[in-house]
């Protein structure tokens, strides 16, 4: 990725931020990670605004600390993915916080948990955190960090979809009744000098609503893989770069529904990991942001596996038949295994994020214990 290209992801995303002489950044991502580096590190110097760091153990191990940090330096723009915040929410110890100079929250890198922003905002509101304080955004490392995102300050949209239209006809329909809707949070519309465009399996351009693979263009785009030409050519369609991500647009707004690889096809519906890991929180047994869902075969047999840390592992045997019967009921999937391991045990990225993929290898190898 040559210069010009992070230069030009850089400009963009400090223009979608507003950002002012007065702001002043704080994260804990560490610098290997494109969101540390390209959106706290550059991002702040570009602007040359103060920017106030710790490490991702701090963070993890104490953030009550880092709320501590961002009240006393006033930092008034964070980045990070559903967990970071989740885990301030979790551990925060948010009452008689001032807050107030917190104006944009960043959050990105997995489909945005509609249900997080809720809670989180309600939480955070008595200390300052604005209603439009979140602004969920889509990048990736391709285009140096950022392709969408939610104008600082404006409103972000959740919409509700048919559940049964996504899942068996890919369109995302939109419905008004609680019961069998997914909800989605749009991503905002792309960053300056960048188009975003879905399109089927076979290249072709999809209409508004209907679910396809997120293709990107623009000044940002990488131009290569280092030393690796096959998946240069796999990846780059002429200037259009296929990132492997579903999602829709409409009224000019990406909405992300999840990784293609991570799709769980079962009786010829596709259903997203997210949805079901979703299902499995509401029980309220398992730890916050601790449970992985993938598809696996076992011999003729094919269904779900659902990982999780338990809150109470006392009760393991009553959880799993719980975990069971609750996507059974919600989303007449059958469950092959439930696996409950101790916290911490679900394997992560450096972000925090979880990693389905890594989980699901484990499991398949027979390693996953």
């Known amino acids: 990725m040559p210069h010009r290209c992070v230069a030009a992801n850089v400009q963009a995303i400090v223009e979608r931020l507003e950002v002012e002489p007065h702001d002043v950044g704080g994260g804990w991502l560490p610098m290997y990670h494109d969101m540390g580096l390209i959106g706290n590190l550059l991002g702040a110097a570009a602007r040359s605004i103060d920017l106030v760091l710790t490490t991702p153990f701090n963070f993890l191990r104490r953030p009550r600390r880092w709320l501590d940090v961002m009240e006393r330096h006033n930092v008034s723009i964070t980045a990070g993915p559903n967990v970071s915040y989740r885990h301030l929410l979790e551990r925060g110890d948010i009452p008689g916080r001032d807050l107030g100079k917190w104006r944009v929250a960043i959050i990105g890198a997995e489909p945005v948990d509609p249900d997080l922003l809720t809670a989180f905002t309600e939480a955070f509101g008595p200390a300052g955190f604005p209603k439009t304080g979140f602004m969920p955004a889509y990048g990736l ?199 409950l391991l101790e916290s911490g045990r679900i394997p992560r990225t450096t972000s925090g994020k979880l990693c389905r993929g890594r989980c699901r290898d484990l499991y398949e190898g027979g390693k996953l214990a």
């Open 141 to 339: 490392a391709e285009v140096g960090l950022m392709a969408t995102g939610v104008r600082a300050q404006e409103m972000y949209e959740i919409v509700g979809v048919d559940r049964e239209a996504l899942v068996g006809e890919g369109v995302a329909r939109p419905v008004n009744e609680a019961s069998n809707c997914a909800r989605i949070v749009s991503c905002g519309a792309p960053v300056r000098e960048t188009s975003v465009r879905i399109v089927d399996d076979h290249g072709a351009l999809v209409p508004d609503s209907c679910i396809g693979e997120i293709s990107i263009a623009g000044s940002s785009v990488m131009r290569e893989y280092f030393n690796d030409p096959a998946a240069t050519a796999d990846t780059l369609h002429g200037e259009w770069l296929m990132t492997g991500d579903l999602g829709y647009m409409k009224d000019q707004q990406l909405y992300v529904t999840g990784r293609k690889k991570e799709l769980i096809i079962f009786g010829g519906r596709n259903y997203y990991p997210q949805d079901i890991e979703r299902v499995v929180h509401g029980l309220e047994l398992v730890r916050p942001g601790s449970v992985v869902a993938f598809g696996t075969k076992n011999g003729h047999d094919e269904g779900i596996v659902i990982v999780a840390a338990a809150r109470n592992p006392q009760n393991n045997e009553s959880i799993g038949a719980r975990v069971r019967a609750v996507v059974s009921e919600s989303l007449n999937l059958p469950v092959l295994d439930v696996v």
